[in-house]
């Protein structure tokens, strides 16, 4: 892997960042993508309580003897 040493501003800028973000050349053409080396947003879901909710009320679930059943083709 290439190392690259950043400026200060720059580099004081990833630090800040919390979460993947998208980095981009001055004409708006994207270079890459920066990930933090360790961040506890990078860990959490990326999904809203809200859509979980949602999920939770409207989606079907299933047992797992009916997962089974459908797996064995009955």
Known sequence: MTKLTLPGDIGRQLTAVH??????????????????AS????????????EL???EREER????DEVRARLRGH
């Open 19 to 36: 979460q993947c973000v998208e980095l981009c050349d001055e004409g708006g053409q994207t270079i890459g993508f920066f990930t933090p």
């Open 61 to 64: 679930t299933y047992t797992s």
């Open 39 to 50: 961040s506890q947003a990078l860990l959490d879901p990326q999904i809203s309580e809200d």
């Open 53 to 55: 909710d949602r999920r």
